[in-house]
């Protein structure tokens, strides 16, 4: 994984993204093909103190709304099921979610066991579980993995030929 510093340009790119200014910014952790952010590394608490304990926000739209179309195939209740049959893909899932704890509580400790995306008794949000695995490497979040390997549109669809 690498971090990169946010740099101005990508504030304003950013706030563009998501149709405001972004809160608790700490360091892009992936860029889509086209070069903007996709994905933010946030700090576990917003600038007044509220916890924020979703550490891997995506941010561009094109790959937002990639992702939303998937999820309404129905995919995560399968990854749910799967995870009861699947001891590998349990285990897989957990370290995902240990993994995502450690490095969030070694930022600022929430004092909650709670991540992102239903991790890891459940998948709820595809949105999070990809951004995990592109702010990683592959193998760090089996269904981050496999909802990234399902989108059909994206990195050479249409996100990439914008900024
Ligand atoms: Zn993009």
Known sequence: MTLEPVTADDRAVIATQLGREPRALRAIAARCPSGHPA???????????????????????????????????????????RLSSDPDLAEAYQRAHESYLAERDALDPLGTQVTAGGMPGRVKCLHALVAHSLATTPGHNPFGDEALALLTSWPTGDCAAVD
């Open 39 to 81: 994905v933010v590394q946030t700090n576990p608490r917003l600038e007044d103190g509220t916890p924020f304990p979703t550490l891997y926000y995506l941010t561009c739209p094109r790959l937002a709304a990639a992702i939303s179309t998937l999820e309404t195939t129905g995919v995560m209740k399968d990854m749910t099921e």
